[in-house]
T-cell receptor, first 112, second 115 residues
Framework: DQQVKQNSPSLSVQEGRISILNCDYT??????FLWYKKYPAEGPTFLIS?????DKNEDGRFTVFLNKSAKHLSLHIVPSQPGDSAVYFC???????????FGTGTRLLVSP | KAGVTQTPRYLIKTRGQQVTLSCSPI?????VSWYQQTPGQGLQFLFE???????NKGNFPGRFSGRQFSNSRSEMNVSTLELGDSALYLC??????????????FGEGSRLTVL
C-alpha cells in the first residue's frame, strides 16, 4: 500500500519557468511533510518541509503548499534552473516517529 | 563537519551469501536510520536506531537486521541474500529521534548487487 504517491515520474521545464511537483498521501495521521532532492550517485538532501499546522512554507525559490483536506502537497520552484535537475522525493512522517514514508520520486529536467 | 559515511560504496554478492554494511553518522548525531531504494519502490524504511536501541522497524523480513554501537556507528546485515535484495542501501543520521522533524542527513549509499 503506497501511502505517499508521486504520480508523475518525470517533468520537463524550461529554465526560468515554474516547476510544480505534486504529491498525494493517504494516511491522515501524517503531520509533517518534506521534500528531498537526489542527484545520481548521491544520497538525498533535505530541501524544505512543512508542518500540518501550516499550509505554505517558503525558502528562497522553493515553496511547499499543503492542502490537508485533499491530502495533497506540492513543491513550486521559481524560477527553475538547470542545476535543479534531479529526482525529487516527497516524504511524510508522524510526530513521535522518526520513520519517513517516501514517494517514488519525480525526475525533474530543467533545460536551458 | 564530515557527513554521513557509508562503506562499502559498491559490492557484488551471490544468492545465499550474507552482507554487512556500515554507517558512520555525523558527529554528535545519535539516531541512525536505514532505507532501501529500488527503482520500483522508491525509498523504504528498514529500521532506526537511537542510543544503541532499535526504535522502529519497517516491513522487511527477519533476514534484515542491524545494530548500533556506543559511538553511534551502525551496521546492517542481510543474510541469505536474494536477487530482490539488489538495491541502494541508504543510511541517514539525525541529532534526535521521534520529534517528527524528519530532517535526516543521508549518506551516499551502498549499492548492493546480488547475482
Amino acid at each position: 500500500d503506497q501511502q505517499v504517491k508521486q504520480n508523475s515520474p518525470s517533468l520537463s521545464v524550461q529554465e526560468g519557468r515554474i516547476s510544480i511537483l505534486n504529491c498525494d498521501y493517504t494516511n491522515s495521521m501524517f503531520d509533517y511533510f518534506l521534500w528531498y532532492k537526489k542527484y545520481p550517485a548521491e544520497g538525498p538532501t533535505f530541501l524544505i518541509s512543512i508542518s500540518s499546522i501550516k499550509d505554505k512554507n517558503e525558502d528562497g525559490r522553493f515553496t511547499v503548499f499543503l492542502n490537508k483536506s485533499a491530502k495533497h502537497l506540492s513543491l513550486h520552484i521559481v524560477p527553475s534552473q538547470p542545476g535543479d535537475s534531479a529526482v525529487y522525493f516527497c516524504a511524510a512522517s508522524r510526530t513521535g516517529f522518526q520513520k519517513l514514508v517516501f514517494g517514488t520520486g519525480t525526475r525533474l529536467l530543467v533545460s536551458p | 563537519k564530515a557527513g554521513v559515511t557509508q562503506t562499502p560504496r559498491y559490492l557484488i554478492k551471490t544468492r545465499g551469501q550474507q552482507v554487512t554494511l556500515s554507517c558512520s553518522p555525523i558527529s554528535g548525531h545519535r539516531s541512525v536510520s536505514w532505507y532501501q531504494q529500488t527503482p520500483g519502490q522508491g525509498l523504504q524504511f528498514l529500521f532506526e536506531y537511537f542510543s544503541e536501541t532499535q526504535r522502529n522497524k519497517g516491513n522487511f523480513p527477519g533476514r534484515f537486521s542491524g545494530r548500533q554501537f556506543s559511538n553511534s556507528r551502525s551496521e546492517m546485515n542481510v543474510s541469505t541474500l536474494e536477487l530482490g535484495d539488489s538495491a541502494l542501501y541508504l543510511c541517514a543520521s539525525s541529532l534526535r529521534t521521534g520529534v517528527g522533524t524528519g530532517e535526516l542527513f543521508f549518506g551516499e549509499g551502498s549499492r548492493l548487487t546480488v547475482l
